[in-house]
């Protein structure tokens, strides 16, 4: 097994930065293949706790090349940063390649991104802000600027006379705020362009000698099955393909390339932003649990709605994924609860569901039917073996199996690397 998708197995923020850092530890390559500076990655270099938006997480592994792929919008001010913040600490950055087809955010990305959210009033949808949906919107229009079109002083120059007097037409004439001036926006991105230009190249045929030749390639996704454009819960969702096609839509090799699928999904469940949570707990346990692991958006201090585990969404991203194993993160946080809740089914329209309703716009309607496990009072961190987790979390993991039809193939139990049980290295590529 030499390839595998790290996917979001629900809203986003189901702590697959800490579970790509670790599988990067025998990975040749990481490639992170959708999404932009919405993403918040946390991982944990010794005590020093990072936050990556765009890099992507196998980063503080020296020997591991970091790509940056096609399917990326990427933020060139927000990258910049983060290569320097990495350099100022002495991780190197020296095998970091970013794809010259990537699409650029720009100034008015951010600006459009915001004035339409207002516009929306209380139908927006919760973006974070970063420019992301327009930047994908511009794609799609095949009026999109690249990163070798930043690289490029007349390309960039040529590019910003063609696209950015409609944008202004659009922020001055339809939503009333100022145009914003090219000239400013020029001398910044030729500094970023400057600046990006060693790591800038043709990244596709890296991934697929690597994947060909036998190498370990761990494919990084960002957001959340739930959030994707066309199979989470529009339009609530991203504008990109979180899901595990979208390493292969976002990087440029074929689904031959991909070998196993791991789904990476929280004990719970949170959302940020708009849209339908069936399982969401406005109250003291959902209150707590967002305490406890400080539920707060790594990208917008939001706070994070919080929610029992939904295994019929989970089930859903099995199937849209061909999930082979789960990786089930912060179960730590659920002890000492008197008993935790699993959602098995959902009541919608006088039915009991096991399945997602097919439209989107029903999944705000559905009603969670549960089934109870009792909690367990040990504090879980410091435990190194599954055999060792107290009875009542070792069966609130075989149920989530039981339930999902494919097996859990680690547990995570806190945010350092030791801080986690492998229940099947042989799914991981450790065996
Ligand atoms: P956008 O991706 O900024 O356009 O936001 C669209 C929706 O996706 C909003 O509900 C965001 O809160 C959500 N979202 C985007 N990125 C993330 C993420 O990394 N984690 C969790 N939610 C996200």
């Known amino acids: 097994m030499s390839s595998l998708v790290v996917v979001g197995a629900q809203w986003g923020d189901e702590a697959k930065g800490k579970v790509v850092d670790l599988l990067a530890q025998e990975a040749a390559m990481v490639v992170r293949y959708a999404g932009g500076s919405n993403a918040g990655h946390t991982v944990m270099a010794g005590d020093l706790l990072l936050k990556l938006h765009l890099i992507p997480s196998g980063i503080l592994n020296p020997e591991t090349t970091c790509i940056i792929s096609d399917g990326v919008v990427l933020d060139p001010g927000v990258v910049c940063e983060e290569i320097e913040?990495?350099?100022?600490?002495?991780?190197?950055t020296e095998k970091l390649f970013i794809s010259g087809n990537a699409h650029v955010v720009l100034p008015y990305h951010k600006e459009l991104d915001r004035l339409e959210e207002e516009r929306k009033g209380l139908g927006k949808i919760g973006t974070t802000m970063q420019g992301v949906g327009p930047a994908y919107a511009d794609k799609a229009r095949r009026c999109g600027i690249r990163v070798n079109d930043l690289v490029d002083a007349d390309r960039l120059r040529r590019r910003l006379d063609a696209v950015l007097p409609d944008k202004n037409f659009l922020i001055e004439k339809l939503y009333g705020a100022p145009r914003l001036n090219e000239e400013a926006i020029y001398a910044e991105y030729r500094r970023y362009g400057e600046f990006l230009r060693p790591f800038v190249g043709e990244v596709g045929s890296l991934v697929s000698a690597a994947a060909a030749n036998g190498r370990r390639v761990v494919f990084e996704g960002a957001q959340g099955t739930m959030l994707d454009i066309d199979y989470g819960t529009y339009p609530y969702v991203t504008s990109s393909h979180p899901v595990a096609g979208g390493a292969c839509l976002g990087t440029g090799v074929g689904p031959h390339a991909l070998d196993t699928i791991l789904g990476v999904a929280k004990a719970y469940t949170t959302r940020v932003g708009e849209g339908g949570f069936p399982t969401e707990q406005t109250n003291a346990v959902g209150d707590l649990i967002r305490e406890r692991d400080q539920e707060y958006g790594t990208t917008t201090g939001r706070p994070r709605r919080v929610g029992w585990l939904d295994v019929v969404a989970l089930r859903?991203?099995?199937?849209?994924?061909?999930?082979?194993?789960?990786?089930?993160t912060l179960l730590d946080v659920l002890?000492?609860?008197?008993?935790?809740?699993?959602?098995v089914a959902y009541r919608h329209e006088e039915r009991r569901v096991t399945e997602l309703p097919?439209?989107?716009?029903?999944f705000g309607r559905v009603t969670p039917e549960y089934e109870t496990i009792p909690g367990w009072d040990e504090d879980i961190t410091r435990l190194r073996d599954f055999a060792q987790l107290p009875e009542n979390a070792r069966r609130y993991v075989r149920r989530v199996e039981e339930l999902c039809g494919i097996p859990v193939a680690l547990v995570s139990i806190?945010?350092?690397?030791?801080?986690?049980?492998?229940?099947r290295p042989d799914l991981l590529g450790r065996g």
């Open 85 to 92: 913040a990495l350099q100022a600490r002495r991780i190197s």
């Open 335 to 343: 002890s000492t609860l008197p008993e935790v809740k699993i959602c």
């Open 316 to 328: 859903y991203a099995v199937r849209v994924n061909g999930l082979d194993a789960l990786a089930l």
């Open 358 to 362: 097919g439209d989107p716009e029903a």
């Open 414 to 423: 806190g945010k350092r690397r030791s801080e986690t049980l492998i229940l």
